[in-house]
Every structure is written in structure tokens, then in C-alpha cells.
Nanobody, 121 residues
Framework: QVQLVESGGGLVQPGGSLRLSCASN???????IGWVRQAPGKEREGVSC???????YVSDSVKGRFTISRDNGKNTVYLQMNGLKPEDTAVYYC????????????????WGQGTQVTVSS
């Protein structure tokens, strides 16, 4: 059974930073791995995704503030979030998709349980 486990969420003040981690029992460098967030009352939004070859996608809403990366040795994908804003408050999910699918779409095969990020003063 595929498991994706997120960590690193929490409460942070506006302008602060957090780094989310996604660990798994599958080889993350053989999938496209994305971060998807969902705020209360809103639809899920694709934030960022990294391909099996290292190409990345970042949504316009977080471009210049969020960076996705992967450590193959640790089999972990990270989302570094800087300059956080209250509108970034959401549950952030790590998800895995087939390597041949576009990075910007929301078609994922496997999902983690999510980690809460709250940006508030």
C-alpha cells in the first residue's frame, strides 16, 4: 500500500517560513510529486510539482515564494515556503502522479493525509 506522509506544518506569522516534507514507501523519483492545498470553503489548488527528471512547476499564486525540491538519498520531497501570507492558510497535501502526466494538472494517483499550515499574527 502506497503511503505518503507529510510533516512540517504549523502556525507561522505573516512573512515567516515553513518547510514541508513528504516521505514515502515508494521511490519518489519515479513519480511526479506535487503539493496541493485546500483552504476552508475553497477548491483544491495545485501549488507545485516536481517531475521524475527534476523539472518543476509552481503556480502563479506562490511563484517567487515557494520552492519544491527532492532529496533522492532521503527519498523525500520538500516544499520551502517563504514570505507566507494569510491566504496561504490551508491543508497541504503531498500527492504522487504517473511520470508521463503534466505537472500542472490535478490528476494524482496517491495522496497523503495532509498537514495544516496556518498563517496568522
Amino acid at each position: 500500500q502506497v503511503q505518503l506522509v507529510e510533516s512540517g506544518g504549523g502556525l507561522v506569522q505573516p512573512g515567516g517560513s515553513l518547510r514541508l516534507s513528504c516521505a514515502s514507501n515508494i521511490d519518489l523519483d519515479t513519480y511526479g510529486i506535487g503539493w496541493v492545498r485546500q483552504a476552508p470553503g475553497k477548491e483544491r489548488e495545485g501549488v507545485s510539482c516536481i517531475s521524475s527528471t527534476g523539472s518543476t512547476y509552481v503556480s502563479d499564486s506562490v511563484k517567487g515564494r515557494f520552492t519544491i525540491s527532492r532529496d533522492n538519498g532521503k527519498n523525500t520531497v520538500y516544499l520551502q515556503m517563504n514570505g507566507l501570507k494569510p491566504e496561504d492558510t490551508a491543508v497541504y497535501y503531498c500527492a504522487a502522479k504517473p511520470p508521463w502526466t503534466p505537472l500542472w494538472d490535478m490528476i494524482y494517483d496517491y495522496w497523503g493525509q495532509g498537514t495544516q499550515v496556518t498563517v496568522s499574527s
